[in-house]
């Protein structure tokens, strides 16, 4: 089944949060053609997680820190992320990567803290317009990969799924072509067949991020390797999330 993220970033506060929600549960809670999971700004999550509750809507975590606790002032948890409601974490957002200087090996220790206390993880990579231009984009998701999934069997990454996010395409306007798309996550589930195996990397849910929009959305996600859609800005309309979430059980 596609899975469609929407990630609200840091936007809005607790008021338009909730409403969000409640819409968002209207017009997705018993929705069942593909799986949606949104992600709201930490600080609202247990009232985000509350509003959905009991819903086909899920909620996750914009990011989590490596360690389960401790002194680091800021940092939530995997632990207190699951506490709070939370079911899913994105780990290595390009932003996180460039404004918090995540880099590859944090990804992968934040990677393992998901997996070992249990929240679904959704691992971004992407290249940079100037990675792309230099024609190392095949090599920028490889070496994010091999890094983030080092020493983990498919059997340890379960649920895991992937969201190719072109860093060029995220809250740009610009989003890869569809063909542009296609070819670079049927390169990226070759790339995993080669390290975790044929049936994981077929079951492997690749999303597609970087200005999805309703106008698009279909367009992407009908592309053979492209197994649902990571939203930013479009997840904050419940009326354009929904659209692409509907537009996603098409496929
Ligand atoms: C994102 O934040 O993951 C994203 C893809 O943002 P946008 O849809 O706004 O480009």
Redo the contacts with the bound molecule.
């Keep these: 089944m596609n899975i469609v993220g929407g ?1 609200w ?1 840091m936007n809005g506060d607790l008021a338009s949060s909730e409403t969000l929600a409640a819409e968002l549960r209207r017009s997705l809670g018993s929705h069942h053609g593909a799986e949606a999971v949104v992600f709201p700004p930490a600080a609202f999550l247990v009232q985000v997680q509350r509003k959905l509750a009991g819903s086909s809507v899920g909620v996750g975590v914009q990011d989590i820190h490596p360690y389960a606790k401790g002194a680091y002032t800021s940092g939530i948890s995997a632990p207190m992320a699951a506490s709070a409601g939370a079911t899913w974490t994105l780990v290595g ?3 996180r990567r460039t404004w918090f200087g995540d880099s590859d090996a944090r990804v992968a220790e934040k990677l393992h803290a998901a997996l070992e206390h249990g929240l679904k993880p959704i691992l ?1 990579i992407g290249e940079t317009l100037d990675e792309r231009q230099s024609g190392r984009t095949v090599d920028v998701l490889r070496r994010q990969l091999d890094t983030a999934l080092d020493g983990l069997t498919a059997a340890a990454l379960g649920d895991l799924v992937l ?1 190719y ?1 072109p860093v060029w ?4 306007g610009v989003t890869a072509s569809p063909q542009q798309a296609q070819e670079t996550h049927a390169s990226v589930r070759a790339h995993v067949t080669s390290g975790l195996g044929d049936a994981f990397a077929r079951a492997l849910r690749i999303q597609y ?4 929009k309703p106008h698009n959305a279909a367009e992407l996600m009908a592309c053979p390797d492209i197994d649902g859609a ?6 904050l309309k419940a009326l354009d999330f929904t659209s692409i979430v509907r537009a996603a059980s098409k496929q």
């Design positions: 990630n970033k957002h390009s932003e971004c969201a996010e395409a995220i809250g740009t991020g970087g200005s999805v990571l939203v930013g800005g479009a997840s």
